[in-house]
């Protein structure tokens, strides 16, 4: 079965640091996504992404959060200095229609701010 | 703020039987209505999803939507110690995102 796939599945790193997490998407979807669940608390939507450009952006997206499509199969989302409350699993999603219908997850990157 | 409520359990039922979870929503232009697994460490998996009022069956679930009372349900029916997890209740207004709820974590015991 398709599936999404995200790298690192684990990054401990310090304070203002870069991160850089990655995602393949399911090759015949068109709408990507991220998402973010801090430990014990929901998911939360941080982003859709489509044909190239973001679609839309919850107000956790600030301007220290930006995704890029740098080739045909790789999503990426990028934290340009990390804070202690950015610790938190990073969910990648795709989905083959607008609207948020029918996301398939990835496992997720379970980010670690020192 | 559009909110998605869920009791956040446990909810704890005997092998084979009903698992019941409730989910109440805000925004009354809610469109579609998700039911996502989450087993602990692990992502979110879609269970079901459902659009209209009434009644929507998949092999032992079945998802319930009423819109005027902002009410989505998910029931279990012959409940597995594998069922054992948390389920995530989720609205679409056809923005391009998921509003969660907090989740319902469901123990199913032998």
């Known amino acids: 079965e398709p599936e999404v796939t995200q790298t690192p599945s684990h990054q401990v790193t310090q304070m203002g640091q870069e991160v850089i997490l990655r995602c393949v998407p399911i090759?015949?979807?068109?709408?990507f996504y991220w998402y973010r669940q801090i430990l014990g608390q929901k998911v939360e939507f941080l982003v859709s992404?489509?044909?190239?450009?973001?679609?839309?952006k919850s107000e956790i997206f600030d301007d220290q959060f930006s995704v890029e499509r740098p080739d045909g199969s790789n999503f990426t989302l990028k934290i340009r200095s990390t804070k202690l409350e950015d610790s938190a699993m990073y969910f990648c999603?795709?989905?083959?229609?607008?609207?948020?219908?029918?996301?398939?997850f990835g496992a997720g990157s379970r980010l670690t701010v020192l | 703020q559009k909110e998605v409520e869920q009791n956040s359990g446990p909810l704890s039922v005997p092998e084979g039987a009903i698992a019941s979870l409730n989910c109440t929503y805000s925004?009354?232009?809610?469109?579609?209505f998700f039911w996502y697994r989450q087993y602990s460490g692990k992502s979110p998996e879609l269970i079901m999803f459902?659009?209209?009022?009434g009644d929507k069956e998949d092999g032992r679930f079945t998802a319930q939507l009423n819109k005027a009372s902002q009410y989505v349900s998910l029931l279990i029916r012959d409940s597995q110690p594998s069922d054992s997890a948390t389920y995530l209740c989720?609205?679409?207004?056809?923005?391009?995102?998921?509003?969660f709820g907090t989740g319902t974590r469901l123990q199913v015991f032998p």
């Open positions: 090759s015949n979807h068109l709408y």
């Open positions: 925004d009354r232009g809610s469109q579609s």
């Open positions: 459902i659009y209209s009022n």
């Open positions: 989720a609205v679409n207004d056809h923005t391009d995102k998921l509003i």
């Open positions: 992404f489509y044909n190239n450009e973001i679609s839309e």
């Open positions: 999603a795709s989905s083959p229609n607008s609207g948020a219908n029918v996301l398939t």
